[in-house]
């Protein structure tokens, strides 16, 4: 039974198109995140929400959107894709915010390629 | 700026090999540093939390180590399966943000 599942697990599209990335836990944690990982294996933080309130939002371009239907659940739309979106997208869960005692659990990634 | 520096980039070692991974950090007041081990295709795993200098955790052939100033993850007589991109990251008090170190690749060889 897998704790934090994402779908889909590849994303292959045309540069301008909209498209939505879906996860879910089912460990019970108050807080998930959107992480993207580049070419280079680099970890961001994109987004942050705790029992569905966004917590962190870091500067990305407005065309990407999360959204926190329950504290289970957290899809992340992006809009217009562009070239430079094309990434591993990472969603990612923990206990509370601040994910310390017992760290992150991910999600085995989205990869998002942009043609 | 909080930064996270990794080194090596790569390394690769015989089975049974010891050596240590380092990772350097800048922060301002450190609520917590992690380790996590990155399987190709896969997701980071958690490995250990440390809170402050001195503390060590250990974990099989793992053991990760804190100053202030940088934490170290020795792996002794490593095998195989422990191949992996080891990542490093830090916490800052008073934010909720993780800050990602880019990891180091270490290839053991049979």
């Known amino acids: 039974d897998t704790a934090v599942s994402q779908t889909p697990k590849y994303l292959v599209t045309q540069m301008g198109n909209d498209k939505s990335i879906k996860c879910e836990q089912n460990?019970?944690?108050?807080?998930m995140y959107w992480y993207k990982q580049d070419s280079k294996k680099f970890l961001k933080i994109m987004f942050s929400?705790?029992?569905?309130?966004?917590?962190i939002n870091e500067t990305v371009p407005n065309r990407f959107s999360p959204k926190s239907p329950d504290k289970a659940h957290l899809n992340l739309h992006i809009n217009s894709l562009e070239l430079g979106d094309s990434a591993v997208y990472f969603c990612?869960?923990?206990?509370?915010?601040?994910?310390?005692?017992?760290?992150?659990?991910f999600g085995s990634g989205t990869r998002l390629t942009v043609v | 700026e909080d930064q996270v520096t990794q080194s090596p980039e790569a390394l690769r070692l015989q089975e049974g090999e010891s050596s240590s991974l380092n990772c350097s950090y800048t922060?301002?007041?450190?609520?917590?540093l992690f380790w996590y081990r990155q399987d190709p295709g896969k997701g980071p795993e958690f490995l250990f939390t440390?809170?402050?200098a001195g503390e060590e955790k250990e974990k099989e052939r793992l053991k990760a180590t804190l100053t202030k100033k940088e934490s170290f993850l020795h792996i002794t007589a490593p095998k195989p399966e422990d191949s992996a991109t080891y990542l490093c990251?830090?916490?800052?008090?008073?934010?909720?943000?993780?800050?990602f170190g880019t990891g180091t690749r270490l290839k053991v060889l049979a």
């Open positions: 990251a830090v916490q800052a008090s008073g934010t909720y943000k993780y800050i």
């Open positions: 929400y705790n029992n569905k309130e966004l917590i």
């Open positions: 922060v301002s007041g450190l609520r917590g």
């Open positions: 440390l809170y402050s």
């Open positions: 460990l019970g944690h108050d807080t």
């Open positions: 990612a869960s923990s206990q509370d915010e601040r994910g310390v005692s017992s760290g992150y659990t």
